[in-house]
């Protein structure tokens, strides 16, 4: 009697834990509303650097020395793509990078992926072509890749970080 009692307590046990977990890996932590609120604050986005408006742009970020902009460096000790901390220097990034010349951002709506981390974290991912000149580049649309984290500060979504990654060229078939 009580080997079946030890037993089935074990499975019950067991099995609740199962669940627990199972519920919680497939739980998403923010509702529909909220990741379309994200969505267009993304749009939004696109829009204040296609307008290079680094006023708005300053205030879409995060304001904290936390806060992270990956993007291509023109200084050579920095390497060739670096991270910018902090409000000042993603601020002269963003200034020096916008005033290079034009800068086109065309992310593929279709593409665009956000999803809820926790609560208060959520990421967006999204392809997109981009057209600068800045630090070397040639002014010719290229692809990009955005990973964007979104931090809930008080009631709305800023940017804890924005990471700009070049997609490198196909490799060419080898006869």
């Known amino acids: 009697m009580y080997k079946t009692l030890v037993v089935t307590v074990t499975a019950s046990v067991l099995s609740a834990g199962a669940v627990a977990s199972d519920s919680a890996i497939r739980k998403e932590p923010l509702d529909a509303?909220?990741?379309?609120?994200?969505?267009?604050?993304?749009?939004?986005?696109?829009?204040?650097?296609?307008?290079?408006d680094f006023k708005a742009l300053h205030e879409m970020?995060?304001?904290?020395?936390?806060?992270?902009?990956v993007a291509k460096s023109a200084i050579q000790s920095e390497g060739n793509w670096a991270g910018f901390w902090g409000n000042e220097a993603i601020d002269q990034k963003l200034h020096d990078i916008g005033s290079s010349?034009?800068?086109v951002l065309e992310p593929d709506y279709s593409k665009l992926k956000v999803v809820g981390?926790?609560?208060?974290?959520?990421?967006?991912?999204?392809?997109?072509?981009?057209?600068v000149s800045y630090a070397g580049q040639?002014?010719?649309a290229k692809p990009f890749l955005m990973i964007i984290n979104w931090l809930r500060v008080e009631k709305d979504?800023?940017?804890?970080?924005?990471?700009?990654?070049?997609?490198?060229?196909?490799p060419t078939a080898k006869d």
Do not use: C
Not at 117 to 131: C, F, G, H, K, Q
Not at 160 to 170: D, H, K, N, T
């Open 61 to 69: 970020f995060w304001q904290s020395p936390s806060t992270l902009l």
């Open 157 to 170: 979504w800023k940017i804890a970080s924005e990471i700009i990654l070049p997609v490198p060229p196909v």
């Open 101 to 103: 010349g034009p800068v």
């Open 117 to 131: 981390l926790t609560r208060d974290v959520a990421e967006s991912y999204v392809p997109m072509n981009i057209t």
């Open 138 to 140: 040639d002014g010719t």
């Open 33 to 52: 509303a909220t990741l379309s609120a994200i969505k267009s604050k993304f749009g939004r986005l696109m829009e204040l650097a296609n307008k290079h």
